[in-house]
């Protein structure tokens, strides 16, 4: 892929808005509450063009064993969503920040649980060795990108949530299903890529 960061530099141009958990869900209000800011890094191997994701460990109350970025809210010490995404990006897996080159926020994304999560586009530059968190990572991994920006690759599945049938996208890769909050930021991205 010819000069990536250009690339996603014009990403971060292109109009488009928010998405939400509720976007494929027509019959489905989106209910009115206050949301809580969150930031997850949507980071970017530059030597591999390969996304770093995580798999949350099956002992979490919330979302266990799911496909997620690194990332979560924004803690009181955060002064930006960024400084967020960084933090957490090193709490979770030990990305150091100073080989993260951050290019900008892709636009935020509602979840059901009351989250307003903000995607921090960033390059990441050189050699890492992840260290997954063990009581929040099970797993460190990277999918392609160019995987992720095939959006052939994306389904829309459905399971039964609160009463109804609920839509959502995937984008599996391997033995990792990557569905919900996770696929539709995803999905977002590559649309933007396009």
């Known amino acids: ?15 488009g808005g928010a998405s939400s958990d509720f976007d494929l869900n027509a019959d489905v209000k989106i209910p009115e509450l206050e949301l809580t800011p969150a930031a997850v890094l949507l980071g970017i191997r530059a030597e591999t063009q390969t996304v770093i994701l995580t798999k949350r460990s099956a002992r979490l109350k919330h979302h266990p064993g799911q496909i997620a970025f690194p990332g979560g809210k924004q803690d009181p010490t955060d002064p930006t969503l960024t400084d967020a995404a960084l933090r957490e990006a090193h709490e979770e897996i030990g990305l150091p920040q100073h080989i993260v080159d951050v290019l ?28 997954p968190e063990a009581g929040e990572v099970s797993e460190v991994f990277e999918v392609p990108l160019a995987h992720l920006l095939d959006r052939a690759n994306y389904l829309i599945e459905g399971r039964r949530w609160q009463g109804r049938r609920r839509l959502y996208y995937t984008v599996p890769f391997g033995p990792y299903y990557i569905w919900g909050a ?9 649309e933007r890529m396009a």
């Open 1 to 15: 892929m010819p000069d990536l960061r250009k690339k996603l530099e014009d990403a971060l141009t292109q109009p």
């Open 104 to 131: 900008g926020h892709l636009p935020p994304h509602q979840t059901v649980t009351g989250y307003q999560v903000t995607p921090v586009l960033a390059l990441v530059h050189g050699d890492y060795s992840a260290i």
């Open 182 to 190: 996770t696929a539709r930021m995803l999905r977002a991205f590559a």
